[in-house]
């Protein structure tokens, strides 16, 4: 008992003595807990509930652009019924999908699932082919996740809309329905009366499938998403949507999701008012990131130059440091800023170097001075995206 | 027969062969006489070597018989239970020791044998029961001795030549026969000993050694073979015995078991009607041996009503987008050069969850088929529900050993929905094919093979939607007919057991009115007499 305080004081001491040690020296390989940060951090966290082949993978690809086999490759085992894919990487998502797998079974209960989902996820897609009317085990358990928790929003997503109309090109504009659609639509409406807060028919194919329209609905469910989400998990998606609607090529297609969700990661430490803790966090976060992009570009060790590069121009975190420190004192004022501005040198640090890094791949690195400029140039775009969630830049 | 008539026949007898004793005789004095008894001796001995040889090769093996192997098969409509005390019956059988001639004629023996047999048959069915044939009804027993008889009868008669003239005192007589055909060869030893000592010497010993074995060989072959066949006819109608399948009386088993082994009913024109509510009308159709009963089942939604509707050809069952049917709805058509077909369209399982209700329900549905199509969507690859329904159903099924489960052929329907949705021409060569639409057919099928495993016989892809029928008119009829033979024993099992607790009330009281009937016509008759 009397040695428990100063045992904790030391080590205490030794974490800072570390993070210190840290903040001097970047390890690119450098270990630190984010979880904490991670849990506060506004990244939407989407429970998928639906039937195999029901569509929910067709959603997870809408939404996050990722292609199947990357889907199917970040999906890993969470309760012994269900699986979790956080999008883009596992140490800072911008989007987590919970999936239910039990619902097959009939004797499925949901009671594990939702001890350990309850807490995270803020909205429930429940998929249903709307042709398929065998949901009763699916709907008892969907009836006590509900009693459960009312408040989290659950949005009904029918899908497959083309088994109403087979062989026939999805009736335009959105949502101009056929009798027959209509009619199953509002049958399914009564099946599953008081176990949703909105519908939405949606038909998401793969080109092969030879539809004109491939996200036949997409647009309405996103909408519906962004409106059923709290403010600042809607600012998230937005700003996530916003950038993936910008960019055609693969490797920024690829790269931005990582960026953003390591902004959104920063911003959250940036914005927790105690002075130095993102002293030693901040830093860290970027240099994961920049790690994690040369991964994700198929040049794992391509950070090291960059770093030491942006290191001694003084770009990221370390050139504005004692501004954002100074800020940080200043209460509510103070974290705002500290969060915008962490978010928005992230997320420059992150494009600057997807930008040498190509150039890099090219076979000619820039120089200290082009670097400096694309950083500039993203900080102020990253600062309008910041202050406007889905704003093109 | 008087003695003086059959010193007449012997002294006839006797006449007629004495100029072939002469000859026999003459022949060999003078094939001695010019010194060819060398030559003659070789063919005469290939001869023997042949017979030899050749019986040794047909009596090598107790099975490989001069008679037919002494093996019934098992009738295809036979339950587990009743394969299990097959097994048991076909090892008895082949384990009785071999028979000899005298044995034949005893009674008791039959009698011992058959009751080891009654007991263990008996105890597969009633396992403890200390009487095996408590449970059993005089008629029941009198049946089951009948078809054994009768069946005998139809064996010997057919194998045996000769047998409709045979007593037991000829097989008697036949083993004498054998016996006086060593004491005649003893004699021809002794003098062909005294004309050519060697030759005869290296003759007896071969015979010895050979022949006369070989012939007794043949002799009990005969007899184990008869023995064998029945104890096994008896065995299997011992099981029929115990199973409950003769308390319709000889007379409607055998009816019913030709109505099963008939082919198809002749062609006749399409006549459909349609029952709304089987349970209404009573089950009066299900014990209709000329009817072969399908059950429709699947999760709701699957599009067993737009199947029947396919079957049909044109639009008889509510199709519609909502769950219409609410129970049961039974519809009877004749289709051309098939069967009489009965469809029973159940009602859909799954809509509020997996409920004990709808296993039971559907297992009452399976219990009057011959034969379940369970129907499931192309594009729902959760099939958990659907595959534990027909485990349960099974189960349920498992506590009525007396009957046979249906087989369960798989239809997967909207196969239009199949990637590429957007295409359908058909036809499509699904499995072999290349074209997308074929291989996406293809995978779902294996994929619905692997998941029911040998919980169905066959599957089979249709599509169901109006005008884009496919599947149907060949693949599905193809399929059903192939297993028409399977289903007919299904029914015959079926139908006998609801005949049988049927009729059980009926027939008592049918018998005390006949039994009233003739003494009535007894004493008008007698009242008619004029005296």
Redesign the interface.
């Known amino acids: 008992m009397s040695d428990q305080p100063k045992a904790s004081g030391a080590n205490l001491l030794g974490r800072f003595w570390g993070e210190v040690r840290h903040f001097w020296k970047p390890q690119p390989q450098a270990e630190f807990d984010f979880s904490e940060v991670r849990a506060k951090t506004p990244a939407p966290v989407f429970w998928l509930f639906g039937?195999?082949?029901?569509g929910k993978t067709s959603i997870i690809r809408y939404l996050t652009g990722a292609e199947d086999a990357a889907i199917g490759n970040g999906f890993r085992p969470c309760t012994k019924t269900s699986r979790i894919f956080p999008f883009p990487t596992d140490e800072a998502p911008v989007l987590t999908f919970l999936d239910t797998r039990g619902?097959?079974?009939?004797?499925y209960d949901p009671a594990e699932d939702l001890a350990s989902f309850d807490a995270q996820a803020q909205l429930m897609i429940v998929t249903c082919?709307l042709?398929?009317?065998?949901?009763?085990?699916l709907?008892?358990a969907l009836r006590k996740i509900r009693t459960v928790n009312r408040r989290r929003p659950i949005v009904l997503a029918l899908t497959?809309l083309?088994?109403?109309y087979?062989?026939r090109?999805h009736p335009q504009p959105y949502f101009e329905a056929l009798p027959?659609t209509l009619?199953?639509i509002e049958?399914q409406k009564i099946e599953f009366a008081g176990l949703f807060d909105a519908v939405v028919p949606i038909d998401l194919?793969?080109p092969?499938?030879?539809?004109e329209d491939t996200e036949y609905g997409g647009a309405a469910l996103k909408a519906k998403l962004v409106e059923m989400l709290p403010t600042a998990y809607r600012e998230t998606l937005l700003r996530l949507d916003g950038m993936n609607a910008q960019f055609k090529e693969q490797y920024l297609k690829r790269a931005i999701p990582v960026i953003i969700g390591y902004s959104t990661l920063a911003a959250t430490a940036g914005a927790i008012p105690i002075p130095f803790v993102d002293l030693f966090v901040l830093p860290s976060i970027q240099v994961r990131m920049v790690k994690a992009l040369a991964d994700a570009s198929g040049s794992p060790g391509g950070e090291k130059r960059f770093l030491e590069l942006s290191a001694s121009i003084g770009i990221g975190l370390l050139a504005r440091q004692a501004i954002r420190q100074v800020a940080k004192f200043i209460p509510y004022l103070g974290s705002a800023v500290g969060a915008g501005l962490a978010y928005s040198s992230t997320y420059a640090l992150g494009r600057a170097f997807i930008e040498y890094d190509q150039a890099a791949h090219a076979g000619h690195a820039p120089d200290a001075e082009t670097v400096k400029k694309i950083y500039r140039e993203h900080v102020q775009k990253a600062e309008t995206t910041w202050a406007k969630p889905g704003a093109r830049i | 027969m008087p003695a003086a008539a059959k010193l007449r026949i012997a002294t006839v007898a006797i006449l007629m062969l004495a100029p072939f004793v002469f000859l026999l005789g003459a022949g060999l004095y003078h094939i001695w006489e010019t010194g060819y008894t060398f030559m003659a001796w070789w063919p005469m001995a290939l001869c023997f070597l042949a017979a030899y040889g050749l019986a040794w090769q047909w009596t090598r093996r107790k099975t490989t018989l001069l008679m037919p192997k002494a093996k019934i098969d098992a009738p295809n409509y036979w339950t587990d239970r009743d394969r299990e005390a097959w097994a048991v019956v076909q090892v008895y059988s082949e384990s009785v020791p071999p028979l000899a001639a005298d044995d034949l004629s005893d009674m008791t023996r039959y009698a011992a044998d058959a009751k080891v047999l009654v007991e263990k048959v008996a105890a597969i069915y009633r396992p403890g029961a200390k009487d095996p044939f408590g449970h059993l009804t005089l008629p029941e027993i009198l049946a089951c001795g009948e078809l054994v008889a009768a069946d005998l009868a139809e064996l010997v008669d057919k194998y045996v030549p000769g047998s409709h003239a045979l007593s037991v005192n000829n097989f008697k007589n036949v083993r004498k026969a054998v016996d006086w055909y060593e004491r005649g060869r003893n004699l021809y030893w002794v003098f062909s000993a005294i004309l050519d000592p060697v030759r005869a010497g290296a003759q007896i010993l071969a015979t010895k050694a050979g022949l006369q074995t070989t012939l007794k060989q043949v002799q009990n072959n005969v007899l184990t073979w008869f023995y064998t066949t029945y104890l096994q006819e008896l065995g299997r109608y011992l099981i029929e015995l115990n199973s409950g399948r003769l308390r319709v009386g000889v007379a409607r088993y055998r009816e019913l078991l030709a109505k099963k082994e008939a082919p198809p009913a002749e062609a006749g024109a399409p006549d459909v009607t349609v029952v709304p509510d089987p349970t209404a009308t009573g089950d009066r159709l299900i014990t209709d041996p000329n009817r072969i009963t399908i059950a429709i089942v699947g999760p709701v939604k699957a599009g067993k009503s737009s199947l029947v509707n396919a079957i049909f050809g044109e639009q008889k069952a509510g199709v519609d987008a909502v769950p219409l049917t609410a129970a049961a709805t039974r519809y009877d058509l004749h289709p051309v050069g098939f069967t009489p077909l009965s469809l029973i369209d159940t009602a859909g399982f799954g809509h509020n969850g997996a409920g004990d209700a709808d296993v039971v329900q559907a297992a009452e549905v399976f219990a009057k088929s011959d034969i379940a199509l369970l129907v499931v969507p192309a594009r729902s690859a959760a099939r958990k529900p659907e595959v534990e329904f027909l485990e349960r159903v099974r189960a349920l099924f498992a506590k009525r050993p007396e009957l046979r489960l249906p087989p369960v052929v798989l239809v997967v329907t909207n196969i239009d929905a199949l990637s590429p949705a957007m295409e359908w021409s058909p036809p499509y060569d699904w499995k072999d094919g290349r074209r997308p639409k074929e291989e996406s057919i293809r995978e779902a099928m294996e994929a619905a093979r692997e998941q029911f495993a040998k919980g169905i016989v066959d599957a089979v892809p249709v599509c169901t939607a109006h005008e884009r029928e496919y599947g149907i008119k060949d693949e599905l009829l193809a399929t059903l007919a192939n297993r028409l033979d399977e289903a007919r024993g299904v029914q015959f099992l079926r139908v006998l057991h609801a005949e049988a607790s049927a009729d059980k009330t009926r027939k008592v009281i049918g018998q005390a009115l006949n039994a009233g009937k003739e003494a009535m016509k007894l004493l008008w008759q007698n009242a008619q007499k004029p005296r």
Do not use: Y
């Open positions: 039937k195999t082949q029901s619902l097959d079974e009939p004797s082919r042709r398929d009317f065998a949901h009763g085990g709907r008892d497959c083309h088994e109403s087979p062989q090109q027959e009619a199953i049958q194919t793969k092969v499938e030879g539809f």
